[in-house]
T-cell receptor
């Protein structure tokens, strides 16, 4: 149980374009989803928290107009990186929680912006 | 400010050589302490949640323990497939987000 999927697993896009990443909880309803990014050999950095049906709460320093988060249902959240630039290249990971305690993570999405 | 410090940063063991990973934390109250395992290029895999001092949980060769200031992840007779980065995180009361440590990169040599 507690399976979270992400799609795509890898994406390469050109500078200036937008990319959408999907996060789905497959066998439970996630009242809260989280989006993280991770740089090589570093720990996870929380970008934003989203509760179903509400606007996302962004961490300090994260541009909300650049990283658009939608949590329209209890099983799906999306992260859209708008006008992507090479510095946005990173490993993006989502997590989902039904209980507001344990978080279950997706497999991650490797974004490369050329 | 809530903080989590993991030590050592990296650890190399021989197969069968038991050891412990440390997670020291500073948090105003503790709702939960979490251990995750992360393989390269993958998302973290949930291992344990500990809620109160004195609590212990086990899973195969792993045992997690908790005191009021730190948690230990004991690994007994490890195998090469236990090689991974182990992440510790804490959650404060009333908070949804987790505060992660930097992780311990564990390598088990055959």
């Amino acid at each position: 149980g507690a399976v979270v999927s992400q799609h795509p697993s890898r994406v390469i896009c050109k500078s200036g374009t937008s990319v959408k990443i999907e996060c789905r909880s497959l066998d439970f309803q996630a009242t809260t989803m989280f989006w993280y990014r991770q740089f090589p050999k570093q720990s996870l950095m929380l970008m934003a928290t989203s509760n179903e049906g509400s606007k996302a709460t962004y961490e300090q320093g994260v541009e909300k107009d650049k990283f658009l988060i939608n949590h329209a249902s209890l099983t799906l959240s999306t992260l859209t990186v708008t006008s992507a630039h090479p510095e946005d290249s990173s490993f993006y990971i989502c997590s989902a929680s039904a209980s507001r305690v344990e978080q279950y993570f997706g497999p991650g999405t490797r974004l490369t912006v050329t | 400010e809530d903080q989590v410090t993991q030590s050592p940063e990296a650890l190399r063991l021989q197969e069968g050589e038991s050891s412990s990973l440390n997670c020291s934390y500073t948090v105003s109250g503790l709702r939960g302490l979490f251990w995750y395992r992360q393989d390269p290029g993958k998302g973290p895999e949930f291992l344990f949640t500990l809620y109160s001092a004195g609590e212990e949980k086990e899973k195969e060769r792993l045992k997690a323990t908790l005191t009021k200031k730190e948690s230990f992840l004991h690994i007994t007779a490890p195998k090469p497939e236990d090689s991974a980065t182990y992440l510790c995180a804490v959650q404060a009361p009333g908070a949804q987000k987790l505060v992660f440590g930097q992780g311990t990169r564990l390598t088990i040599n055959p």
